[in-house]
């Protein structure tokens, strides 16, 4: 059995810099993931995380999954399979942009928009299934009016669509107080 030993001076710190840098590398590890900060933009820290993850963290999940699949499963029933996910890494920036352009093409739902910010939804009956538009105003039904879903739900002029999550977060929080 050989050991293989490296031996830094003090003084020779780029040498090591490399060798903790090719030892990452050959696990698959950024060096944003093993706690290394390099100074780079916010979306290259974003974009090394999902890397890693997709790439290096989920195929060994996989190959877990597989073994305790083998192992584990048939103890609880046939035809059974044990799945591991890594939870994804998604950078908010890309999201709200995404949503932004939908809402802008009108092609995103209310119920659907409600869904990705985790609210629950509003249902047809309440508007749910009409396209979200930021262009137009929406109109306002007092309890006597009977409702008329030919117009889409949208955020009143001047507001955008960050500051109408949040006046609706606050309102949640200030009702759920009482």
């Known amino acids: ?15 090591f810099v490399e060798f903790r840098d090719a030892i990452l590398a050959l696990h698959g590890v950024p060096g944003i993931a093993a706690g290394i900060s390099d100074g780079g933009s916010y979306a290259a820290f974003y974009a090394s ?3 890693f993850i997709s790439l290096t963290v ?21 035809n059974l399979t044990i799945e591991i996910e890594a939870t994804q890494i998604d950078d908010p920036d890309l999201l709200e942009k995404r ?4 809402i802008r093409a009108q092609i995103i739902k209310v119920d ?6 985790g609210l629950p939804p509003l249902g047809p009956e309440n508007g749910g299934n009409q396209i979200v538009s930021a262009d137009r105003k929406q109109p306002v ?13 949208s ?4 507001k955008n669509l960050m500051d109408a999550l949040h006046l609706r ?6 009702n759920g107080a009482n």
């Open 49 to 51: 995380l999902k890397q």
């Open 155 to 158: 955020l009143p002029s001047g």
């Open 169 to 174: 977060a606050d309102s949640a929080l200030v």
């Open 99 to 102: 949503l932004a352009t939908d």
């Open 141 to 153: 039904h007092s309890e006597s009016q009977t409702e008329d879903h030919t117009t889409a739900p």
């Open 58 to 78: 989920q195929p060994i999940l996989d190959l877990l999954a597989e073994d305790d699949t083998e192992h584990l499963a048939p103890q609880f029933g046939r």
């Open 1 to 15: 059995m050989s050991v293989f030993v490296v031996r830094f001076r003090q003084d020779d710190n780029a040498s």
């Open 112 to 117: 659907e928009l409600r869904a990705i910010r």
